[in-house]
């Protein structure tokens, strides 16, 4: 059973690059069936697809988000990551990383998530 | 892309069966059979229950059901717990090889 877990600060000023790590056990990232996403959750909001990256490092983003978002892949640690930058109060929320199944593009494991704050 | 549209909530007696709407466009929920369905509690990880609009993943109950007719797909829980009032959202692949979510729908089991 793959897991997932998230890391990094729960604290981002304004106008800086909010950088998540996602470390997946049970399971490669270099897996030929899976992509990994990112996904977040604001407050008492519903849930927002930030981006995925394929084994080989190919990305798919939200058109919302792309202008600010990078997703990349480490095979070395089998952890993929997040940067979002020039974020603003507006991107505090929980982030998720998720296995992203490519035949059916579904998210079937998950981490437990983290809170990121946007504040000064 | 915009989210696709979930009644805000939704609500139901125990043992009762209640359907839950997701409605998209011919861009998402209509030009494919990748509707997913997740059950999220407060405070918690969205859970898979629906893939492939009508699949249930290994350990989850068969009285959850899922269907699609053209641009709106459907979550059907019968027999309603209480176990079951959570939040629900539906998702789907888009034309642009991205994924979008429903707002989400509240079930309050009366």
């Known amino acids: 059973q793959v897991q997932l877990q998230e890391s990094g600060p729960g604290l981002v000023k304004p106008s800086q690059t909010l950088s998540l790590t996602c470390t997946v056990s049970?399971?490669?990232?270099?897996?030929?069936?899976?992509?990994w996403s990112w996904i977040r959750q604001p407050a008492g909001k519903g849930l927002q697809w930030i981006g995925r990256v394929s084994p080989a490092g190919y990305t798919n983003y939200n058109p919302s988000l792309r202008s600010r978002v990078t997703i990349s892949l480490d095979t070395s640690k089998n952890q993929f990551s997040l940067k979002l930058s020039s974020v603003t109060a507006a991107d505090t929320a929980v982030y998720y990383c998720?296995?992203?199944?490519?035949?059916?593009?579904?998210?079937?494991?998950w981490g437990q998530g983290t809170l990121v704050s946007v504040s000064s | 892309q915009s989210a696709l549209t979930q009644p805000a909530s939704v609500s139901g007696s125990p043992g009762q069966s209640i359907t839950i709407s997701c409605t998209g466009t011919s861009s998402d929920v209509g030009g494919y059979n990748y509707v997913s369905w997740y059950q999220q509690y407060p405070g918690r990880a969205p859970k898979l229950m629906i893939y492939d609009v009508n699949n249930r993943p290994s350990g989850v109950s068969n009285r959850f059901s899922g269907s699609k007719s053209g641009n709106t797909a459907s979550l059907t829980i019968s027999g309603l717990q209480a176990e079951d009032e959570a939040d629900y959202y539906c998702?789907?692949?888009?034309?642009?090889?991205?994924?979008?979510f429903g707002g989400g729908t509240k079930l309050t089991v009366l």
């Open positions: 998720a296995r992203h199944l490519a035949a059916t593009h579904t998210f079937d494991s």
């Open positions: 049970g399971g490669s990232v270099s897996s030929g069936s899976s992509y």
């Open positions: 998702s789907s692949y888009t034309s642009i090889s991205t994924v979008v």
